[in-house]
């Protein structure tokens, strides 16, 4: 049994479900704010979903970002197609 993340601080289990069944109710979650059209949003996922995720995710017209996480989960980012991909910062010293 598994926590299976809904939202920042929220999370659920299912007592005696197998893993197939933690990961159908986490590809559930995802898929159902990509029908919506949730603009972004972030969600940890099994790594063992990475794949399925991916493929719904280009289907639905998302980009996936991860954005860490270990062998087990990871942190991903979902941004729908029409939104402006986000520049990466970094932190440049001047020479002075």
Do not use: C
């Amino acid at each position: 049994m598994r926590h299976i993340h809904l939202d920042e601080g929220l999370r659920l289990r299912f007592p005696g479900r197998s893993e197939d069944f933690d990961q159908g109710v986490e590809i559930g979650m995802v898929a159902v704010l990509m029908d919506q059209e949730t603009p972004e949003f972030s969600r940890w996922i099994s790594r063992a979903n990475l794949g399925q995720v991916e493929a719904i995710a280009r289907q639905m017209g998302y980009r996936v970002i991860e954005n860490g996480g270990d062998e087990e989960w990871v942190d991903i980012t979902f941004r729908h197609g029409s939104i402006k991909a986000k520049p990466n910062l970094r932190l440049v010293h001047s020479a002075g």
